[in-house]
């Protein structure tokens, strides 16, 4: 005995196990949890209340922060949509799963086929699995959502600027309504920004349902066939993934039904608080099917859109300094902090602690190992991912996070897909900048800096200031940036790349009636029009 008093006994270290375990896997409690993502689009940081004093509009998603954990050092993969999106859903960077930047409208191809997915992974360990919302990552052929890994599916192909609708809400510049029969051909308002030829289409699985899609009741559509999905997935006594996509906060912003009181943000203020109520009802939804069984993951897909001005959200204190002085966007598309840093959340009574902050270097690459994990299953063999199983930041028991972070360029100045900037701990270094649009018209120069710009960002959160090149500090921190920087590159190379079609053809255009303006499901004052509310015509997408 005498040898053992600063050693713990067997049965002591039996019991800490046993008890870790019950902590660590709560689906011996508990069965497998259920998941719910939810996925805003250009949503700011600073769009969170939580995150941000000035915002007012959230009070669902403040109390989803008080109940559980806020992460406020949370990036996006990319930042623009398809990349980030087949990111999450993969768990790995667009160079190696082969989006690097958006699909089409007429896109033939999408997220490669040889990848898999989360909702495959899950599917096959027994999971019931929808998504609902935007998908943009592919609608031809096998790119479907329905045959990739969802069981049900529910939402529109890509963005919801990508298609005329009759309902076109506030967007920069100002679109026309779609035509109709005997109206002469639209003059080209609002540029090649605007989408005349096709309307919008909403999908049921791969049945178009309605062409073009009502905009001013898409968020109750989803919202009830979330409800939907998972009360039968509920009553199935499966666990379920659901895969919420929401419209907000991407342009064109509608008007709720019936608007909140003004918060002095106008339409973006409006749309902000509908989007909030939703997520409300989604947590309400939740938990009335067995409080503690479901894990809410809240976050965004990139920052907000800048070039469209007071219809873009707030990016809180990641302004992008340094490149605003020089004219150019510093938010969406860009590497910078405003681009990529991303309100989140999570949710799950009994399982993570409420009142949290967690200020981990955590990525939306996070969410596939995960949930995986949570779920008992294997991530899939053959390949490398980005992303970590932060299961022990979820429950409280770690703040740390990645060691490095990867951010790739998603549409401003470098090749789509290229690593063009990386976080070390608290250093940011930048190898190319410039190329995204501002409000006032600016892009800013491409730049490409070598050696790197790098900033401080626990000094410097407006990213305003690089460190001096003949700075102590820049020569102590550059060896080890330049070293995670070419070991990132290398281990990219020595992975399964995937490669992605970006090939494009009209015939892929997903249209209910060819030969209808607009593609049209049904003609205006039509039998079929006047009983839309209550039943829809049900066209077949050939695929």
Not at 11 to 33: E, Q
Request: glycine share 10%; net charge neutral; aromatic share 8%.
């Amino acid at each position: 005995m005498g040898g053992t008093m600063g050693t713990p006994s067997l049965r002591a270290v039996l019991v800490l196990a046993a008890v870790l375990v019950g902590l660590s896997a709560p689906r011996a409690a508990y069965g497998r949890p259920n998941f719910i993502v939810i996925l805003a689009d250009d949503m700011g940081w600073g769009d969170l209340g939580a995150n941000w004093a000035e915002t007012k509009e959230t009070p669902h998603l403040d109390e989803l922060a008080a109940e559980g954990m806020r992460f406020v050092d949370f990036h996006s993969a990319a930042s623009t949509c398809s990349p980030s999106r087949a990111s999450l859903l993969t768990g790995r960077l667009g160079a190696r799963n082969g989006v690097t930047h958006n699909f089409a409208v007429t896109s033939v191809g999408g997220l490669p086929l040889n990848e898999t997915t989360l909702a495959e992974v899950l599917r096959e360990a027994g999971y019931s699995t929808g998504a609902i919302g935007k998908w943009h990552l592919g609608h031809h052929g096998r790119h479907h959502p329905s045959f990739r890994g969802f069981d049900y599916y529910f939402g529109i192909p890509y963005s919801h600027d990508m298609g005329c609708t009759d309902t076109p809400g506030y967007n920069l510049p100002p679109c026309p309504p779609c035509p109709r029969v005997g109206w002469p051909l639209p003059s080209r308002i609002g540029g090649k920004d605007c989408y005349t030829e096709v309307a919008l289409p909403l999908f049921e699985n791969v049945t178009i349902v309605q062409q073009p899609v009502n905009l001013s009741s898409l968020t109750t559509r989803y919202a009830e066939e979330a409800a939907r999905f998972i009360r039968r997935a509920s009553d199935s006594g499966r666990p379920f993934f659901l895969y919420l996509a929401l419209a907000h906060m991407h342009v064109p912003l509608g008007v709720p039904p019936q608007p909140p009181p003004a918060s002095g943000r106008g339409i973006y203020g409006a749309s902000l608080s509908e989007m909030d109520a939703l997520v409300g009802r989604m947590k309400r939804v939740a938990d009335s099917h067995g409080k503690g069984n479901t894990l809410l993951w809240f976050t965004g897909d990139n920052g907000p859109w800048a070039q469209k001005c007071e219809l873009a959200g707030r990016l809180g204190p990641f302004m992008g300094a340094w490149q605003r002085q020089r004219g150019g966007s510093s938010a969406k598309r860009t590497t910078w902090e405003g681009g990529h840093r991303v309100p989140a959340l999570a949710y799950w009574p009994g399982h993570i602690p409420a009142k949290q902050t967690s200020h981990a270097l955590l990525s939306t690459l996070d969410i596939f190992p995960t949930l995986v994990a949570l779920a008992g299953a294997a991530l899939p063999p053959n390949r490398r991912f980005d992303g970590l199983d932060v299961s022990p930041v979820l429950f409280g028991w770690s703040d740390v996070g990645h060691k490095v972070l990867l951010h790739p360029n998603s549409g401003a100045a470098g090749k789509d897909g290229e690593i063009e900037a990386l976080r070390l701990a608290q250093y940011k270094a930048f190898y190319t900048t410039g190329g995204a649009m501002a409000c006032d018209g600016s892009i800013g120069s491409a730049e490409h800096h070598q050696p790197p710009l790098i900033f401080n960002l626990d000094r410097d959160i407006q990213e305003q200031e690089p460190l001096d090149v003949a700075s102590g500090e820049y020569q102590a921190v550059l060896p080890a940036i330049s070293r995670a920087y070419a070991q990132a590159l290398e281990d990219i190379a020595a992975d399964n790349i995937s490669v992605a079609d970006y090939s494009q053809d009209p015939a892929a255009t997903p249209c209910c009636d060819a030969q209808h303006v607009a593609c049209r499901c049904r003609a205006p004052g039509s039998p079929a029009a006047v009983l839309a509310h209550h039943t829809e015509r049900r066209v077949k997408l050939c695929l």
